[in-house]
């Protein structure tokens, strides 16, 4: 696609329900993470997917947060029993080879536990 | 692991002025130092990077500069114009792991 597409853009859940969050990477980038931006924070590091090797998931906060990539493309960030403090912009970017690389970012999921 | 300092958190210039940014990291094996923009309610996009094998870089009216023997690096806005009203955030890669990103910085461009 032209961009790193991200979805649903919007997502309210109730407080302990779990949600997935859907990220597309540009087509041929083989580098994709996750932030987390509460609002009007800076950009908090999560998880990160470099080809075939292992993720560095150093920055997820709780064992609720998880994530996956499959066949090297499309990711999926998933929180568990959510809770209030959950509620921010998730971003998901990617870039061609690695982080010190340009990352393009998508425009975000954001979400809202009530 | 990597840790980013930014300031000033707000800063506001007249339109026509010069904004200065200003980044610091503590690990040295840092090497690649991107500085992205974010529009109200966009995604942050890419203005200008810098790496460690270069002291000073510039395009147009952004430049970046880096002091790797102290550990700073900051970005430098001249001739400052309403559509550069955004939030700056620098940030700072050492291979090891992902993109440590600053707390950011709200530019104001009064017109």
């Known amino acids: 696609g032209a961009g790193v597409s991200q979805s649903p853009s919007n997502k309210v859940t109730e407080k302990g329900k779990d949600v997935e969050l859907r990220c597309d990477p540009i087509s041929g980038h083989t580098a994709l993470y996750w932030y987390r931006q509460s609002l009007g924070q800076g950009l908090e590091f999560l998880i990160y997917?470099?080809?075939?090797?292992?993720?560095?998931k150093s920055g997820l906060p709780s064992d609720r947060f998880s994530a996956e990539r499959t066949g090297g493309s499309v990711s999926t960030l998933t929180i568990q029993r959510t809770q209030q403090e959950d509620s921010a912009v998730y971003l998901c970017?990617?870039?061609?080879?690695?982080?010190?690389?340009?990352?393009?970012f998508g425009q975000g999921t954001r979400l809202t536990v009530v | 692991g990597e840790n980013v300092e930014q300031h000033p958190s707000t800063l506001s210039v007249q339109e026509g002025d010069s904004a200065v940014i200003k980044c610091t990291y503590s690990d040295s094996a840092s090497n690649y130092f991107p500085w992205y923009k974010q529009e109200l309610g966009k995604r942050p996009q890419l203005i200008i990077d810098?790496?460690?094998?270069?002291g000073e870089k510039k395009d147009q009216r952004i430049a970046v500069t880096l002091n790797k023997t102290a550990k700073h690096f900051s970005l430098h806005i001249t001739e400052t114009q309403p559509e550069d009203s955004a939030v700056y955030f620098c940030a700072a890669y050492t291979g090891r792991r992902a993109l440590t990103f600053g707390s950011g910085t709200r530019l104001q461009v009064q017109p």
């Open positions: 997917f470099q080809g075939n090797s292992a993720p560095d």
């Open positions: 970017a990617s870039s061609l080879t690695g982080m010190n690389t340009e990352a393009f």
């Open positions: 810098i790496r460690s094998n270069v």
